[in-house]
């Protein structure tokens, strides 16, 4: 039988997601990807994919996952969860295990994930990945394209996700140390493309005034409330085209971020557009959080995203072995110098 | 040298502004610079989004700076050629028949035509490709004859089908996947602009005429696209809407 995960709750919305298919926005076509990639790289390290690798963004509420492969290794990371992994799908009591780490799972056995804490997505990556066709070169679910992914929608129950592997690696199990995945309250932005569409008071104000996340923000946009924003010139544009992170200004007067899934035109002005270095964190806000927006120049988000990006190089170097403590034991150390092993299991991913 | 602006779209992406109007001209200007863009493949440009009066530019700022790209742009400004009109033409299936036109009636009534003349002014005029967007493949096609030009309804529909032949203001759309619109459905086409693998059936540039067909062979055509079968070419390498 074909290696599989079998979906034995879907969750609220679980999708396949990988970095996005960049490349096709001139036909219409959304780049869509994980809200947040860091932590979907940081997923992807700790069982050894690649880091465009694509595994399942969980969003709130997780899936009860059934294992139907001889063994399979998951991770997670991102926000808190609990995570109980049942030796059948019938059991009564399993065993806790933490996010932001990996763990081998045998056949039949069961993954619970429970409702997300302190962040709105949860990244569960498996070894070897998904065995699924790309579509434009991505694996990313483009929800309202009902394209991608896993047939184009979130994962509902009795789905079977077939696996690359048939078998977890006996590489040892790991932990993600000291990745920071916590939620800022304050988002670097550039103001513009359409700030000739508002006074520069409201633009100040916008960069003064909180925002809450509201109900209905989606892998689309992130709806905000807060104040009201009056447009200088009308609420309408002739439609272009929308960057990632574009705050737009429609007629309520009250913005949204444009997120993964965002259309890729639009006729609404767009008073800002957040920083790349900060929109993965963005991804990661759940409904309920205050926001706020600081403007900045390109430079300085140019620095930041150069120093974004060097974080994102070092995620590799913070694998490490599961049970130590962080520092390597010296029994550990031993091991590695005789055989390379920790090496070439943790750190060289 | 034609006018022009440039917007900051966050560190990653900037947009050229040629006016702020719906125009074939500013249209030609947008599709002459993307299409200089991709010829002189500047390294560090991902991607360009063209749309009515603007062009996106999405770019990587470590391999290239706004600073820079936007002098390369300025530079291929200098020289950019209008000559344009590199784009297929297509003859695109459409049928009227009011069974699948529900606005029919009331765009004739709305602009005081017999619907007979809705369809003969809809379908004599070669549209232009101004842009993609909105949903994958959906193509924005204009100018529609002024007489037949409305504002958007006013209580917009949570749900269209997929192939809705619909007008807005001064554009036509094939709605290519079931979605809420506020255009008013003057038809239906069984061609799909965004095939599920093979993407997107037109590009910004591309020429566009509608082929009036009758209830029936829409339906033919339309049994014939659910099995694959439907192969629509541009008119200049074959004949059009194979039928």
């Known amino acids: ?349 | 040298m034609p006018d022009y602006k440039v917007l900051p779209a966050g560190d990653t992406a900037l947009v050229v502004e040629f006016g702020e109007t719906v125009d074939r001209r500013l249209s030609t200007l947008v599709l002459a610079l993307a299409q200089r863009l991709s010829e002189v493949r500047l390294e560090g440009i991902i991607e360009t989004v063209p749309t009515f009066r603007s062009l996106m530019i999405h770019y990587d700022p470590l391999v290239l700076r706004a600073a820079a790209l936007v002098a390369r742009i300025d530079e291929l400004m200098q020289s950019l050629q209008l000559s344009e009109e590199r784009g297929r033409s297509w003859s695109l299936p459409a049928c009227y028949d009011t069974d699948v036109a529900p606005d029919l009636d009331d765009v004739a009534a709305r602009t005081g035509l017999s619907p007979a003349q809705v369809v003969e002014r809809h379908s004599t005029v070669t549209y232009h490709v101004y842009m993609l967007g909105f949903l994958p493949g959906q193509a924005y096609m204009g100018d529609l004859p002024a007489e037949l030009a409305l504002a958007r309804r006013e209580k917009p529909r949570l749900k269209i089908p997929a192939g809705s032949l619909a007008i807005a203001a001064t554009m036509t759309c094939i709605f290519p996947l079931e979605t809420p619109c506020g255009w008013h459905l003057i038809g239906r086409s069984p061609v799909s602009l965004w095939q599920q693998r093979g993407g997107a059936l037109l590009t910004p540039g591309d020429k566009v005429v509608f082929n009036p067909i009758s209830l029936r062979e829409y339906e033919s055509l339309l049994a014939k696209a659910a099995e694959g079968a439907l192969d629509i070419t541009p008119v200049d390498a074959s004949i059009g809407a194979a039928a």
């Open chain 1, 1 to 349: 039988m074909n290696p599989s995960l079998r979906v034995l709750a879907p969750g609220l919305l679980t999708t396949i997601q990988d970095l996005g298919r960049p490349g096709h926005q001139r036909l219409g076509i959304p780049v869509s990807g994980a809200l947040d990639p860091v932590s979907l790289r940081a997923a992807n390290a700790l069982v050894g994919n690649a880091p465009d690798a694509g595994a399942l963004e969980v969003a709130y509420v997780g899936p009860t996952l059934a294992v139907d492969a001889d063994d399979a290794r998951l991770s997670f990371v991102g926000a808190e969860a609990a995570i109980e992994i049942f030796p059948d799908a019938a059991a009564l009591s399993g065993r806790r295990v933490a996010t932001m780490r990996s763990v081998r799972l045998h056949w039949g056995e069961v993954a619970r994930i429970g409702s997300l804490s302190g962040g709105a997505v949860l990244y569960v990556a498996v070894e070897g990945g998904f065995d699924i066709e790309p579509v434009l070169g991505s694996v990313s679910t483009y929800l309202r394209g009902g394209l991608g992914g896993w047939q184009g929608r979130a994962l509902l129950a009795g789905d079977r996700l077939p696996l690359v592997r048939d078998r977890a690696s006996d590489r040892d199990d790991c932990r993600l140390e000291g990745l920071d995945l916590r939620l800022p309250t304050r988002f670097r932005a550039i103001a513009g493309p359409q700030s000739d569409y508002f006074s520069e008071r409201e633009i100040a104000s916008f960069f003064d005034s909180e925002y809450t996340v509201c109900a209905g923000s989606d892998r689309m946009g992130m709806q905000l409330a807060g104040r009201r924003l009056a447009h200088a010139r009308g609420f309408n544009i002739i439609s272009d085209a929308i960057a990632p992170g574009s705050i737009q200004v429609p007629g309520s007067g009250q913005p949204i971020v444009l997120l993964a899934d965002r259309q890729t035109t639009g006729g609404y002005p767009k008073i800002a557009t957040v920083i790349s270095a900060d929109l993965p964190a963005l991804g990661r806000v759940p409904i309920g959080t205050k926001v706020a927006f600081e403007q900045v120049t390109i430079e300085e988000a140019y620095a930041l995203r150069r120093a974004f990006l060097a974080e994102l190089d070092a995620i590799p170097d913070r694998i490490v072995p599961l049970g130590t403590g962080g520092e390597l034991s010296p029994r550990l150390i031993d091991l590695n110098l005789i055989s390379g092993v920790v090496d070439a299991q943790c750190s060289s991913l």
